[in-house]
């Protein structure tokens, strides 16, 4: 059975404050890699990653996976109050529309 | 263009009552997956469905809950005899091909339906 698991479960920082998040998988027949933001219910997606050490980036955020050590992180720099939400991180496996997801990290940024 | 519509947002039933939550995927879309989320849980895999079809419903308890996608009007999920721990939150997602793939295409969720369970 695949498996997602995330850590740290739940962060508090201040504004301005890098954070990384982790997420270590176990996979049949990796696909890819993906990261959401789930705020308010609704999870939005932020990253897709299929390839090791091959950085994705956008404004703030970004994502490298490391395949050899089955793992991925998701850094934010310089956080504001609007990052916090819950982070979700899945993997696609052996079949190509059933996502794994991990419990999520939920984030906290206080100003 | 309309996301993923899903209604109701919360549905509060009795036990032993009946639930059906609906799901209305993005305007082009065929491919629809609901997922579940129990408190302190990560999504679990529920089923998915094209027109008309299930196509893997492996993730659905074998009783008291069934999907289906008709040709015309949303995805609807139905949960029959309610019980406490049906209580969490039911997403709904949709693609125009099947799952993530290496493009743009992405997988969008609806905003979840929250059922609570007296």
């Known amino acids: 059975e695949d498996k997602v698991v995330q850590s740290p479960l739940s962060l508090v920082v201040h504004e301005g404050d890098t954070v990384t998040l982790n997420c270590s998988y176990e996979v049949t027949n990796f696909r890819s890699l993906l990261w959401y933001k789930q705020e308010k219910k609704a999870p939005t997606f932020l990253f897709m990653l299929?390839?090791?050490?091959i950085e994705k980036k956008s404004g703030r955020l970004s994502s490298i996976l490391d395949k050899k050590e089955l793992f991925s992180i998701l850094n934010i720099t310089a956080t504001q109050t609007g990052d916090s939400a819950v982070y979700l991180c899945a993997v696609e496996g052996g079949s190509n529309y059933k996502l794994t997801f991990g419990k999520g990290t939920l984030l906290t940024v206080n100003p | 263009n309309a996301g993923v519509m899903q209604n109701p947002r919360h549905l509060v039933r009795r036990r032993g009552q009946e639930a059906r939550l609906r799901c209305s995927p993005m305007?082009?879309?065929?491919?629809v997956y609901w997922y579940r989320q129990l408190p302190e849980e990560g999504l679990k895999f529920m089923v998915y469905l094209q027109k008309e079809n299930i196509i893997d419903e492996s993730g659905m308890p074998k009783e008291r809950f069934s999907a289906e996608f008709p040709k015309e009007g949303p995805s609807i999920l139905r949960i029959q005899q309610v019980v406490r721990g049906d209580s969490a939150a039911y997403f709904c997602a949709s693609s125009a091909i099947p799952g993530p793939v290496q493009t743009n295409e992405k997988l969008f969720f609806g905003s979840g339906t929250q059922l609570s369970v007296l």
């Open positions: 305007k082009g879309h065929s491919h």
């Open positions: 299929t390839s090791s050490g």
